[in-house]
């Protein structure tokens, strides 16, 4: 499904009358269905007083990273940073909290509520480095409207 496509079927998503977690836990699903490369979709929202990432809604292969300090791994630097961050193989980045032997590619873009990072979106990918700006464009716009929510 072309990223057009699917950005109208997020934007019907934030407009039923699920309640947050259900409308995130339905872009995860709708992502990762639709885009053959988004192995694990999710969301980390942001404890900034303790400095760490809490697992929101995702889908994909379970995992143990359910709190992550900033700073640590991938979604830890994006928390730090506050920019995105594409990963083509994870294999070669020191900083990298392995999930799965089968993650080979990572991207993770924040999410800016009032101008404040208070999470992000975060899509593992078994293929290594299928994401391109146009994965990073797309993952921007669900973002901007996933911050209608806040």
Not at 41 to 64: I, Q, S
Not at 67 to 81: L, M, R, S, T
Not at 94 to 118: H, M, Q, R, W
Not at 120 to 149: C, G, K, M, Y
Request: proline share 3%; net charge negative; hydrophobic share 40%.
């Amino acid at each position: 499904m072309e990223f057009e496509l699917i950005k109208t079927e997020v934007r019907n998503i934030i407009k039923t009358n699920e309640n947050r977690d259900e409308k995130l836990s339905n872009i995860c699903q709708l992502l990762q269905y639709s885009i053959s490369y988004y192995n694990w979709v999710g969301f980390y929202f942001a404890n900034h007083e303790t400095k760490t990432l809490h697992l929101g809604p995702y889908v994909g292969a379970e995992t143990d990273h359910t709190v992550i300090p900033f700073g640590k791994g991938i979604c830890g630097q994006v928390a730090e940073n506050n920019a995105n961050f594409v990963v083509p193989d994870v294999s070669a980045q020191d900083n990298y909290i392995a999930c799965s032997f089968t993650v080979k590619s990572e991207i993770v873009v924040p999410l800016f509520v009032n101008g404040i990072n208070i999470g992000q979106i975060d899509v593992d990918s078994h293929v290594i480095d299928p994401f391109t700006e146009a994965d990073e464009r797309f993952l921007e716009f669900v973002n901007e409207q996933v911050a209608s929510l806040f």
